[in-house]
């Protein structure tokens, strides 16, 4: 499983039809509708403003008002086939004037996103849980010793300190803390040893 290291940008014409590419790298859903937004704002006018993004498990696409089937389903499927992940693609469509037809639309579509993704670096994912972790005081230096390996998203103190973080799953057996709860299943950048 892999993610895009750079957000990149493509553009081609098809038949006199413009097709701007934004692939975008994504840590949530609240991403997508802001990287829409942001596209109709920077490209006004355009025909469509066809996506598909893959986030952990969730999979959407919308083909935007083009025929059913002939421009989401296939950018989603690219994505899927290139076994990305924490990815937003947006395909911006500005009609050229010639109709491209069903088949015509599903080959310019794959097309606009596997041509960006011929340049892009990616990054290896793997699969990790997001847990919650209740301490006492008493053990934040041996706690904060132990996650050392981990991405803590967030640390609140109460009447005793709360942790949330991202473990990897090979790394979770191997923590010696027995009281935490998995919140969900989450993918998270492989770090490469120096």
């Known amino acids: 499983m892999n993610t895009i290291k750079n957000n990149i940008e493509n553009e081609l ?3 006199n039809s413009k097709f701007i590419t934004l692939l975008i790298k994504i840590e949530s859903i609240d991403e997508v509708k802001k ?3 942001e596209a109709k ?3 006004p006018k355009a025909t469509h403003y066809v996506y598909a993004y893959i986030l952990g498990d969730i999979k959407r696409c919308s083909d935007d008002n083009e025929p059913s089937n002939t421009a989401g389903a296939p950018i989603l499927n690219v994505l899927e086939q290139s076994n990305l992940n924490k990815v937003l693609a947006i395909v911006i469509r500005y009609f050229g004037g010639i109709k491209l037809g069903a088949g015509g639309l ?4 794959t097309k606009s996103i596997t041509e960006p993704l011929k340049s892009v670096s990616l990054i290896s994912l793997v699969p990790a849980k997001k847990i919650e972790i209740e301490a ?3 053990n934040e230096k041996q706690l904060n ?3 050392r390996d981990s991405i803590i998203i967030e640390k609140s103190f ?3 300190i709360k942790y949330i973080v991202l473990v990897k799953n090979t790394d979770i057996e191997n ?4 009281n935490y709860k998995i919140i969900s299943d989450e993918f998270i950048e492989e770090k490469k040893s120096s």
Not at 106 to 109: F, N, V
Not at 175 to 178: N, V, Y
């Open 41 to 43: 704002i920077k490209y």
């Open 175 to 178: 923590l010696s803390i027995h």
């Open 35 to 37: 990287h829409l937004e």
């Open 158 to 160: 109460d009447q005793k």
């Open 136 to 138: 006492d005081y008493t």
């Open 145 to 147: 010793y132990i996650l």
């Open 106 to 109: 599903i080959r310019a579509y």
């Open 13 to 15: 014409i098809i038949k």
